[in-house]
Structures are given as C-alpha cells and as structure tokens.
C-alpha cells in the first residue's frame, strides 16, 4: 500500500489513461498555466519548465502534502516546434510538414513534492510515412489532430500514419511511463 496522494496536474485524457493502465489511484487537478514555451531555450529545457510550472501551480493550490506530476509534450521537427493546432489549416499545414519525415517527441516531466522536485524529458524520434493531401485532409476530418501536439494520436486513427518509432512509444502518447516510475521510486513510491 503506497502512502503518498498522487496528484497529476493535466487534464489530458491520454495521461490519465495511460497512469489508469498502470494501475495508479491519483486524482486529477488540471494546471491552469497557459502552455507557451520559452523560445529563449533549449526545447527540451523549456518543455521542462512549463511542466514545473504546471506541477508548482498544483502544488501549491494542495492543503496536504501529495506527489503531484505534470508534464508537457511537443513535436520538433528541423527545429521547428509544433503544439496543438489552432484549426483545421494549422493541423493540415503540421501533419504536411510532418508527412514522410522524421521528427522529435519530447515531454517535459515533474514529480513533486512539498519538499523536493524532479525535473526530466524524454525524447522519441518517429517517422510518419509519406500521405496524399487527401489522407491528411481525411485524417483532419476525423477531428482527431485538433487538441494534439503536432496534430495526431499515435494511440488512435493516427497509427496508420506512422511508419516507425525509435524509443519511448508512451512518450509519444503524452507520458514517458518507464521513466515516470523511476522518478517516482525516487520519492518512495513504486509501482511494481
């Protein structure tokens, strides 16, 4: 039996899902911090800091001591960093840029406490196959891409865009498991 109070500081479903999968008991308090990177810094380091910035603001709204986790997720390609698309165009214009190329997922993890924080990032490389303008078009019209960074759902219609993936698959999802449960068993907290 653990005793800590998990916390997660999201209200994206595919992280609550995916710590479901696992079989956490959490509760779920989205972060009411606005989701814009600092272009000052690296994008792993910036993808860092708004996480702790939505885990602080959690954090600190708590009357009891809990771990609270929070992260954030963005595509890179070629430098470019891409978030959720504003609309529909956005979504065509990133899943166009994104089509038969290889780019970068990284998310930004904290576990925190009263006390202490951890602070890391994962990064996957996938590969999307190359698609027609009206693959793109169909897939935008399944609605799916619009609340997701770089507009599309490795988990859902999106893997059949997908031609490969090179490291963490939950990553690419919204939260790196395996090293979720590192940083956890660093507070005390294991999940096997």
């Given at each position: ?28 308090i989205p972060s009411e ?160």
């Amino acid at each position: 039996m653990q005793e800590h109070r998990l916390v997660l500081a999201s209200a994206s479903p595919r992280r609550k899902d995916l710590l479901e999968q696992v079989g956490l008991d959490f509760e779920v308090i989205p972060s009411e911090v606005e989701e814009v990177l600092s272009k000052d810094m690296d994008v792993a380091l910036a993808v860092q800091k708004l996480a702790y910035d939505k885990g602080l603001w959690v954090r600190d709204r708590l009357s009891s001591d809990a771990l609270v986790i929070a992260a954030d997720t963005v595509v890179v390609l070629e430098h470019d960093v891409m978030g959720k698309p504003r609309d529909r165009d956005e979504a065509f214009a990133m899943l166009s840029s994104l089509q038969g190329k290889t780019h970068e997922v990284i998310t930004g993890l904290v576990v925190m406490s009263k006390e202490r924080h951890l602070i890391e990032h994962e990064a996957t490389r996938v590969t999307m196959r190359e698609l027609t303008d009206q693959e793109i078009w169909n897939y935008v019209d399944s609605g799916e891409p619009m609340d997701k960074a770089g507009s599309y759902a490795v988990q859902g219609l999106g893997a059949v865009i997908i031609a490969n993936i090179e490291g963490c698959y939950f990553n690419v999802v919204g939260l790196p498991l395996a090293r979720l449960a590192i940083m956890l068993k660093d507070f005390g907290f294991r999940i096997l």
